[in-house]
């Protein structure tokens, strides 16, 4: 199993930037992708994107050229470096693991606001 923390959301002006970061525990050598998704008030959780274990990346489109992520050389901390935040980027951010074996694991969230 894989136990996931994120951090490092909270309150960003419009334009404003944040990186948030997801410390994954346990059965890391198992990692087969790992992942950003969001939830905003009131709508469904939706993929933000996405970094393969040979390092490919998929990002929505929605976020495409403001978002991108990344992660350290051992595989254990997963980034998200958001720019030019707007209001619509307000959610809940969660990490995702999913393993070799079919193991889907999920963080606990952390909000981001953005707002004036």
């Known amino acids: 199993q894989v136990q996931l923390a994120e951090s490092w959301g909270g309150l960003v002006q419009p334009g404003g930037s944040r990186t948030l970061s997801c410390v994954a525990s346990?059965?890391?050598?198992?990692?087969?992708?790992m992942g950003w998704y969001r939830q905003a008030p009131g709508k469904q959780r939706e993929l933000v994107a996405t970094?393969?274990?040979?390092?490919?990346?998929n990002v929505a489109d929605s976020v495409k050229g403001r978002f991108t992520i990344s992660r350290d050389n051992f595989r254990t901390t997963l980034y998200l470096q958001m720019n030019s935040l707007q209001p619509e980027d307000t959610a809940v951010y969660y990490c995702?693991?999913?393993?070799?074996?079919?193991?889907?694991?999920w963080g606990q969230g952390t909000q981001v606001t953005v707002s004036s």
């Open positions: 995702n693991a999913r393993t070799l074996d079919g193991l889907t694991s």
């Open positions: 346990g059965s890391i050598f198992l990692i087969n992708v």
């Open positions: 970094i393969t274990r040979d390092g490919s990346t």
